[in-house]
């Protein structure tokens, strides 16, 4: 493709932060009417591409232009009334506001005088156009699912005069079907002439709905190759300089060693979940798989005693754990890693460490106070356990990758003597495919020591690599329990339309 062809041109961009390089000298193009992803693994500098082309940073070096003309865009707002339009992977929408009223949220389009009467129409299309019909403008964003906002936001950026639509994990938060919507509205929004930059962790959707790929690798540019002369090994050959290792599947226990660690009967979330039982045993993983809606997060919620509402039999090495207790759940040895690392996890302003031995205080102290030696011996442990190097301890979790951030969430609950049980809800959501294996290496580690893992996912993949056990689920039932190796078609055939023949 040539220059000519191109509506966006990204030439020699440039960015340091402090000593370090996060983007150098990259380049690549983007023509009218096209998908084009841009990958690489976490740090690679694709995340500073990003901010660099809506606003959010300004350029060392290097130039943005879109029909040959240079840009100057020194915010958000001058990136937008430049034509470019940003979904971000962190949702901005707000729960307290109606539909209408989040789809109007940084609108330069529509005056404030007359505003719903002109805005209508269109966002009522908008809505169509992501799947969601079912929708009312002026409904509560608050009675809307996580999935749904995620195509809220997505409405509202496709719902911009923009020339250049930037999409950060738009699907990393939603179902099979919800991310068929999105696919669908990318389409559009590419056969209208705009030009599309699509950023994905997941490696099958970029191969099947982009036309090109340009891969980074530590802040600069590796390739731009066509889609269709690539797969997902060699995409992940090009992201990383090699494939990556993948955990052996089975180092845990075989099944029938030893009584249930953790046994479930009969739990129930009303509306949610509907009588889910299950017996897990010491040094296994387990996953519990369905779709978005599949009562799969709530099985895990309400495990760990976050869901008041909850009812059932809930028993950790034969002790009773009240429904809707966090702390006798804690207290029982169950540790719950959260699907949203930022809200429910991690303290975004304090340093690795802190983060680290947050949970473990009692054993870093003598007489409530911090003995520096326990600190930073355990400290020195699980840095190391979690890979994440020495030099990162003192640094906020805040400026860390997204892979790293879920690396100090899980740490946190590893090499503890009073955590029996490790409930994780989408493990490496939104973790690129280096990241990934890395926590899927730390989590067998942890059966193989022992432990009793449970997670969820929505992720096919990941769930055939790293579970020994999987339980599928949809509309709030379960419908098969896989022990071994089972095919990912049955998987994905249960999970989309659970036990039936339809």
Avoid at 11 to 17: A, E, P
Avoid at 70 to 83: K, N
Avoid at 96 to 105: F, G, K, M
Avoid at 157 to 173: K, S, W
Wanted: hydrophobic content about 45%; aromatic content about 2%.
């Amino acid at each position: 493709m040539s220059r000519g062809d191109e509506l966006v041109r990204v030439d020699g961009l440039s960015k340091s932060f402090g000593r370090t390089r996060a983007v150098r000298d990259a380049s690549f193009g983007i023509a009218p009417g096209e998908i084009h992803a841009l990958c690489g693994h976490n740090g690679a500098g694709k995340s500073t591409v990003v901010k660099l082309l809506s606003g959010q940073e300004a350029p060392d070096e290097g130039a943005i232009r879109i029909g040959g003309e240079a840009l100057d865009l020194g915010s958000r707002q001058a990136a937008q009334r430049s034509g470019i339009a940003l979904v971000d992977q962190e949702l901005s929408v707000v729960p307290s506001l109606t539909v209408r009223e989040n789809l109007l949220l940084g609108d330069l389009r529509t005056s404030w005088i007359n505003r719903r009467r002109a805005s209508g129409r269109r966002f009522r299309a908008l809505l169509d156009n992501v799947g969601l019909r079912h929708v009312g403008l002026d409904q509560p964003l608050a009675q809307l699912s996580m999935g749904e906002r995620q195509l809220v936001e997505i409405a509202r950026a496709l719902g911009q005069d923009a020339r250049l639509v930037i999409l950060d994990e738009p699907t990393a938060t939603l179902s099979d079907v919800e991310s068929e919507y999105v696919y669908a509205a990318v389409r559009t929004v590419a056969a209208s002439g705009r030009a599309v930059l699509f950023v994905s962790h997941r490696l099958g959707e970029v191969l099947a709905l982009c036309t090109r790929v340009t891969v980074m690798r530590d802040g600069a540019v590796v390739a731009t190759t066509p889609a269709a002369d690539l797969t997902v090994d060699s995409l992940i050959v090009q992201m990383l300089g090699e494939a990556p290792d993948r955990p052996d599947k089975r180092p845990g226990r075989a099944a029938g060693d030893g009584a249930a660690v953790l046994a479930v009967a009969g739990l129930s979330v009303p509306g949610r979940v509907e009588n889910f039982t299950i017996a897990l045993q010491a040094g296994r993983v387990y996953a519990v798989a369905g779709q978005l809606g599949s009562g799969a997060s709530d099985v895990l919620r309400a495990i760990a005693g976050l869901v008041p509402a909850a009812a059932g039999d809930v028993t950790v090495n034969g002790t009773t754990v009240r429904p809707g207790h966090p702390i006798a759940a804690v207290q029982a040895g169950i540790a719950f890693v959260s699907n949203d690392r930022k809200s429910e996890g991690l303290f975004l302003g304090k340093p690795v460490g802190w983060n680290l031995l947050a949970t473990r205080l009692p054993h870093v102290a003598r007489l409530g106070v911090l003995d520096r030696r326990r600190w930073g011996a355990t400290l020195a442990a699980l840095i190391t356990l979690c890979g994440l190097g020495g030099e990162r301890a003192g640094h906020r979790v805040s400026l860390l990758s997204g892979g790293n951030q879920q690396k100090v969430f899980v740490g946190r609950c590893l090499g503890r003597d009073d955590v029996r049980v490790l409930v994780l809800d989408e493990p490496t959501r939104g973790v690129d495919v280096g990241g990934r294996a890395a926590i899927h290496a730390l989590l067998r580690s942890a059966a193989a020591d022992g432990m009793t893992v449970l997670f969820s996912s929505t992720d096919l993949e990941e769930l055939l690599d790293l579970a020994d056990v999987v339980v599928t689920m949809h509309k709030g039932v379960a419908v098969h329990r896989h022990d071994g190796d089972v095919a990912g078609a049955v998987l994905l055939r249960e999970m989309t339309h659970g036990g039936g023949n339809g």
